[in-house]
């Protein structure tokens, strides 16, 4: 009690929004759940969250953008924030926020239902050549890394397959368990219960190495297929955030991250702790939309 008193005093306001693109039960907001569940306690607040969907999170972040800089409502950042700004150039942007904390790298895996012909990604894309514009690959919505990278494999193989976007990775999941989509790509995460109950079948993780959660699966790169993503989960804020939120913030996730039933959570779902504060997600931040303005360069889909 004395801690969280502590926590409380120094953080600037008593409630906090976490706000976020995802649909519920999608990637980010099952990180947001699970963290807000132990986090809140840590730093003395009480933590919501709100989903936003719309726009491939420009409604989201358009929310946080005009939120008042006091700590009181973060964005839920990944990938997706970064290309909606370079492909729809909404007028409120990735720039438009500032970050706050990374938190994790999220590994993007490959899946298909438990009833499907395919044993692996290489054998679903040599089925794909054999009948071109006939396979339908899912992907979240039109924006995000998920998209771009089943654009790449798609390219990259000559699989010549049908992308279908959607809203959130829960929607997706259901056209693969339903038989409408032969792959879906997302993170272990969303995909947790689906895998308890052998509903769907892993068939690759886009990371250069094996998940050590999962070292039975077998990398893209592995079966000849060389794509690798990397997906980053943190939170950011509006502009002029104080330096005594961005500290809290930081230290309170540094202090969630070292608590075992935190790990034990976060490790089940294959997420890989990639601490960064604020100022050093900044970099980072600018780094990554360098290098996707490039990929998307590199398929046409902008100038």
């Known amino acids: 009690m004395l801690a969280a008193a502590g926590a409380q005093s ?29 986090l809140a306690p840590k730093m003395g607040v009480t933590l919501a969250v709100e989903n936003i969907s719309g726009g491939s999170g420009a409604r989201a972040v358009a929310r946080v953008a005009q939120a008042p800089p006091d700590g009181s409502v973060l964005y839920a950042t990944t990938p997706t924030y970064i290309q909606t700004t370079l492909l729809s150039k909404p007028r409120y942007g990735y720039e438009s926020l500032s970050p706050v904390v990374n938190v994790f790298f999220d590994p993007e895996v490959i899946y298909t239902r438990a009833q499907s012909p395919h044993r692996t990604l290489a054998a679903a894309i040599e089925r794909a ?52 989509l032969d792959l879906g790509i997302g993170e272990i995460q969303e995909l947790s219960g689906q895998l308890q109950s052998g509903q769907v079948r892993l068939l690759a993780v886009l990371t250069a190495e094996r998940m050590p959660s999962r070292p039975q699966l077998a990398t893209a790169r592995e079966q000849g297929i060389d794509v690798v993503v990397t ?15 961005l500290e809290a913030w930081h230290d309170g996730i540094r202090a969630v991250l070292a608590d075992p039933a935190y790990q034990r959570e976060y490790r089940k779902e294959g997420l890989v702790p990639a601490v960064m504060g604020a100022e050093e997600s900044d970099r980072f931040i600018a780094q990554f939309a360098g290098q996707a303005a490039e990929s998307l360069r590199a398929l046409g889909v902008i100038r």
């Open 10 to 38: 120094a953080y600037p306001v008593a409630n906090v929004t976490l706000v976020t693109h995802s649909s519920p039960g999608g990637g980010s907001d099952v990180f947001l759940r699970t963290l807000a569940r132990h």
């Open 129 to 180: 050549r054999k009948g071109p514009g006939r396979a339908k690959w899912g992907a979240a919505n039109p924006a995000s890394l998920e998209r771009v990278t089943m654009e790449r494999m798609s390219r990259l193989t000559q699989a010549n397959a049908i992308i279908v976007s959607f809203e959130g990775g829960r929607d997706q999941m259901l056209g693969v368990l339903n038989g409408t």
């Open 231 to 245: 997906k980053f989960r943190g939170l950011a804020g509006p502009k002029n955030l104080p330096t005594r939120v």
